[in-house]
């Protein structure tokens, strides 16, 4: 399965003012710092690639597949299908069944097997302010301690404890 970004999320799940706060920053001189720290944030936690499994702020994605051979299951926890209709490579729409208590959403074609299909759905929390608030502070928490500490300050891949904390009921474990 292949995913393609359709609409990016309209803002980022923190904010420059919030995060100027955080860190007690009263001037404006590294504004384009902090903001390069929320992006780096923002990307390793958000999306495919993110180390939470999940969208953070509503975002549309096309999942596209060479061929539909049974069940799809979207990629994302927390999505919604945003136009449950499988298209295919010669144009045609493909029925489908939708089954909405699993989590992500499971997609049963009930025709075309075999056939290509591009299936665009919606994934995220919502709004920023809807984005659960732990994975908030946490974001608050790592930009800060990137800004006040910019050296390398430890070896390997740890994180600071209070952001694991605060991460660990939202990660996506993928086998």
């Keep these: 399965m292949r995913l393609v970004l359709v609409v990016p999320p309209a803002a980022q799940p923190i904010t420059l003012t919030e995060v100027k706060a955080q860190a007690r920053v009263t001037h404006d ?8 720290y929320i992006d780096a944030a923002t ?12 969208c953070l702020v509503t975002q549309t994605w096309r999942a596209e597949l060479a061929a ?15 136009r449950a209709v499988f298209t295919d490579a010669e144009g045609g729409e493909l029925a489908y069944d939708v089954v909405l208590h699993d989590q992500p959403p499971l997609l049963r074609p009930s025709s075309g097997a075999g056939r290509p ?3 665009t759905f919606t994934a995220g929390y919502g709004a920023p302010a809807e984005v659960p608030a732990a994975i908030r502070q946490a974001m608050l ?3 800060t301690q990137w800004y006040e500490h910019r050296q390398i300050t430890g070896t ?5 404890f209070a952001v694991e904390a605060l991460l660990a009921p ?3 474990v993928r086998l």
Excluded: K, M
């Excluded at 390997?156 to 600071?160: E, F, I, M, S, Y």
């Design 29 to 36: 001189d590294e504004d384009l710092l902090l903001q390069h």
């Design 68 to 82: 539909v051979t049974g069940p799809v299951q979207l990629p994302f926890p927390d999505s919604t299908i945003d």
């Design 117 to 119: 299909a591009a299936i």
């Design 156 to 160: 390997g891949n740890a994180l600071p």
């Design 141 to 143: 928490l790592l930009v």
């Design 170 to 172: 939202y990660r996506r």
């Design 43 to 54: 990307a390793w936690l958000d999306g495919p690639s993110g180390i939470l499994g999940r």
